[in-house]
């Protein structure tokens, strides 16, 4: 590799962070510059892409498969690249942000797989950002432990062998880093600065430890920006000198036009595609968002009244699958999101069971592996795959070629008949509150009700209030959403969480301002496309 010029860049407005020089350094940030000098005027061209199809939806309200890539569908030859060994057996994956106690805990949970997250599970503040960096350096060179400061409990690394192989997930293309800019003061995409700096210090180190470079990648909208991030892997592996193949991705099919298009994302990323997950919440945001104005046919119910069994989610599920075995890709399945109580053995019973049935159902369909949030959940996602796949790394075998969905089915919204309730809208006031106040003190995964909320479920919880409120959605007490009724509950969880806390707590967290800015995305008539874009204006640090 030749010596880089002296980076572009500069880093403003952040704190001083300790040993921030190891992930900033000049080399590592002349490839994050040129990264940006090369890819992101294409990311800004797929954002207005974006917008595009969204207002062609908005006037058709549906979906199809693309006319112009049939001829990709209809050509069996093709298959992605073979699975190296260390991403194989994918049976069990957690998932997590990279602070220093979950890097170790998901390494040695027993998971096959740790979705090391600077996404959803991340609120990024210059600190997780370049922290996070560090920790995963820091784990990969076993320079890492952890001593809890309240419980005084340590934390250390099993042997290399035991640890989870680590699939790291950039930030999605919509997000930019404030705290990293070129010349000209334009921020650089956070899936560069993530992508940029997790590659160019770990991809060497990890092909040296028998793994690679691997990466979750979020948000996708279509196979052209599958394309883009193709594109961003040939040149960073011919940029630090590594075969081209050795990055794998695995793509988060977690929006409806994505769904449409998974055969032509598997495509783009051929050599470097590792295989696809179903990513429920941001699913479900993404349908409201797309349909938001398409009448009382795209009305989604309570969230947690949409299962997996709905028949619009069994159509997305069972395609995934057969798209990923027809061309040698894993199918990796969704969130696990139970956080065991301490305290309540009941919760627990049921909580497990429901989850057990959830993971059987998806060893059954023909997934290769599922998602966790918690480590006491991993042996029992694992025991649903073991019984299925036994000894077998996967079971890509099973083509699943009794599944024919069509373009409908995966917009049947009105096939459930569960309907939107009073419950429904108190509980997606209060997540949202609740999860936005943790994410604006820089927490992106936090435990609401035994379950682990990310900005996925804040999305949703958002959306559905506003997409109750513009269609007149009439709830099961005979009430009509309206944005008075949002306020009042809003109000009532406000006065709510300060008796649970008390004033003094209250007063030292963000909870009015979480309240205004849920209220703000909810109500707006101009809806958002992100929460997290008017939530990253307000995030300090």
């Known amino acids: ?121 991340s609120a990024p503040t210059w600190e997780n950002v370049v922290l996070g960096q560090l920790n995963l350096i820091d784990a990969y060179t076993r320079n890492i432990d952890f001593t809890d400061p309240k419980s005084g409990k340590s934390y250390a690394l099993k042997a290399n062998e035991e640890l989870a192989t680590v699939v790291m997930r950039p930030r999605g293309w919509h997000l930019n880093e404030r705290h990293l800019v070129d010349a000209d003061g334009t921020p650089v995409p956070g899936a560069l600065v993530d992508f940029g700096l997790y590659f160019f210090h770990n991809a060497k180190r990890l092909l040296g430890l028998g793994k690679g470079p691997y990466f979750y990648l979020p948000k996708t909208e279509s196979h052209l920006e599958a394309r883009l ?63 938001r104005d398409g009448g009382a046919k795209f009305v989604l119910p309570d969230r947690n009244a949409v299962t997996m069994t709905a028949p619009f ?100 919204i009105d096939s459930l008949d569960a309907k939107p309730t009073y419950a429904g809208l108190v509980n997606a006031v209060q997540v949202g509150i609740r999860y936005i106040e943790a994410w604006l003190r820089g927490l992106g995964a936090v435990a609401i009700f035994n379950l682990m909320e990310d900005a996925a479920t804040a999305e949703i919880s958002r959306s559905q209030i506003w997409q109750w409120i513009n269609a007149g959605v009439v709830l099961d007490n005979g009430e009509q959403v309206t944005a008075e009724l949002a306020r009042k509950v809003a109000a009532e969880e406000l006065a709510n969480v300060r008796a649970e806390i008390g004033d003094e707590a209250f007063a030292a967290g963000n909870w009015q301002q979480a309240h205004d800015l849920l209220l703000k995305v909810s109500l707006d008539e101009d809806y958002a496309d992100f929460l997290t874009l008017p939530a990253y204006e307000q995030l300090k640090g």
């Open 1 to 121: 590799m030749s010596a880089p010029a002296p980076s572009p860049l500069a880093i403003v407005d952040a704190e001083l962070l300790p040993r921030q020089e190891e992930v900033l350094t000049e080399a590592a940030l002349a490839f994050v510059a040129e990264l940006h000098r090369r890819f992101t005027p294409r990311r800004d061209e797929l954002l207005a892409r974006r917008a595009e199809r969204r207002a062609e939806i908005a006037r058709t309200s549906t979906l199809d498969f693309l006319p112009e890539t049939a001829a990709i569908r209809a050509d069996d030859s093709w298959k992605v690249g073979p699975a190296p060994e260390a991403l194989n057996d994918r049976r069990v994956e957690i998932t997590g942000p990279t602070d220093r106690k979950m890097t170790i805990n998901a390494l040695n949970s027993g998971a096959r797989v740790w979705l090391a997250d600077f996404e959803d599970a």
């Open 229 to 291: 991030w193709n594109e961003v892997f040939v040149f960073a592996q011919e940029y630090v000198g590594i075969p081209q193949g050795t990055v794998r991705a695995t793509v988060l099919i977690e929006t409806i036009t994505a769904a449409y298009e998974m055969e032509e994302i598997l495509y783009e990323l051929r050599d470097h595609a590792s295989g696809l997950n179903a990513g429920r919440w941001d699913y479900l945001f993404s349908i409201v968002k797309n349909f």
């Open 313 to 412: 989610m069994r159509a997305y599920t069972e395609l995934l699958v057969r798209t990923c075995h027809k061309r040698g890709a894993h199918a990796i399945g969704g969130m696990a999101a139970f956080i065991p109580s301490r305290r309540d053995a009941e919760v627990n019973k049921v909580a497990f069971e429901k989850v057990r049935a959830d993971k059987d159902r998806e060893a059954n369909d023909g997934f290769d592996g599922s998602w966790v949030a918690h480590p006491d959940l991993v042996p029992i996602a694992m025991e649903s795959f073991d019984k299925v796949l036994g000894e077998k790394p996967h079971q890509k075998d099973r083509l699943r070629e009794d599944v024919d969905v069509k373009a409908a089915d995966l917009i049947a």
